[in-house]
């Protein structure tokens, strides 16, 4: 399946999932207000932020009650300040409170993660080298953070272990060098990426003569992934993964490597601070 049509179900399916989590079988306190009543609502950011979720909380609201209009006043990947409005909504009270709460938390974790990747990619946008993600996403939301982290700014890696090879230390083992596992990995998917992880210059080596696409250069120090640079740049994309931080992070963009994989982007999320605020009612 494509990437935008696996990440058009996946929207309709997170909808479904989410309010079947929260609503179950009904809204107890919703039910508390009148069915006839009417309401204006406002969410706002109590912190600056990038935007991401927009179409996952139309489906939400969209599969709840489709009366509710929504009122976007950002896109996906906008940047928003403290105490910005970023949607209005209107429809039956009732159903602006039962999806309230469902909406705020896939707003809050999809910005976080676009927030976090936009802060990254602003440190190191002047340099020309690449942010990745990672597959250490929160589970069943693999899609969803790939698809914020794009709204930050980055680069998404593999999806899953279907897209491209990543030969790593235990296949290296088991297929009896790196030679051998990019051989097989060529016999098996010629069409696809192969990238193999290496820890050590020697292991670089073997991973350029074998005409790898990739080499994730695993921990490297600063040192040697300038050495790693040298030897290998244009012989093969050259990928700086470990040790990756707000405070590390220039540095080792500025040593020369093509990308940088961090899965903070997508497991360390801290979720913005959003509220919703009923403006006003009326009976209808």
């Given at each position: 399946m494509h990437y935008h049509e696996a990440l058009a179900e996946e929207i309709r399916t997170s909808a479904a999932r989410l309010l079947a989590e929260d609503v179950g079988p009904g809204d107890i306190t919703a039910q508390l207000i009148p069915e006839r009543q009417w309401a204006t609502a406002r969410v706002i950011t109590r912190e600056d932020a990038v935007l991401c979720g927009v179409a996952f909380v139309d489906e939400l609201y969209r599969r709840l009650d489709s009366r509710v209009a929504l009122n976007w006043q950002y896109a996906d990947g906008d940047r928003m300040a403290a105490g910005d409005t970023l949607l209005e909504l209107e429809g039956p009270a009732r159903s602006l409170l039962t999806g309230e709460r469902a909406a705020l938390n896939l707003l809050q974790t999809l910005s976080g993660t676009a927030t976090r990747t936009r802060a990254y990619v602003d440190l190191i946008q002047d340099t020309g080298v690449r942010l990745l993600d990672t597959r250490k996403t929160l589970p069943g939301l693999r899609l969803a953070q790939k698809y914020a982290v794009t709204c930050g700014g980055g680069y998404n890696h593999r999806v899953g272990l279907y897209d491209a090879f990543l030969i790593k230390e235990n296949h290296i083992a088991a297929c009896g060098g790196i030679a051998a596992a990019v051989k097989e990995a060529r016999d098996i998917a010629k069409d696809l990426p192969v990238e193999v992880e290496v820890e050590t210059f020697e292991e670089l080596d073997q991973a350029l003569a074998a005409s790898a696409d990739v080499v994730m250069l695993d921990n490297f120090s600063l040192d040697d992934l300038r050495e790693a640079v040298r030897r290998g740049s244009g012989r093969a994309t050259l990928e700086a993964s470990g040790n990756v931080s707000d405070a590390t992070?220039?540095?080792?963009?500025?040593?020369?490597?093509?990308?940088?994989?961090?899965?903070?982007?997508?497991?360390?999320?801290?979720?913005?601070d959003l509220s919703m605020r009923i403006l006003k009612t009326e009976t209808r």
């Open positions: 992070l220039r540095a080792i963009a500025e040593t020369g490597v093509d990308c940088i994989s961090s899965g903070a982007l997508t497991k360390d999320v801290q979720s913005i």
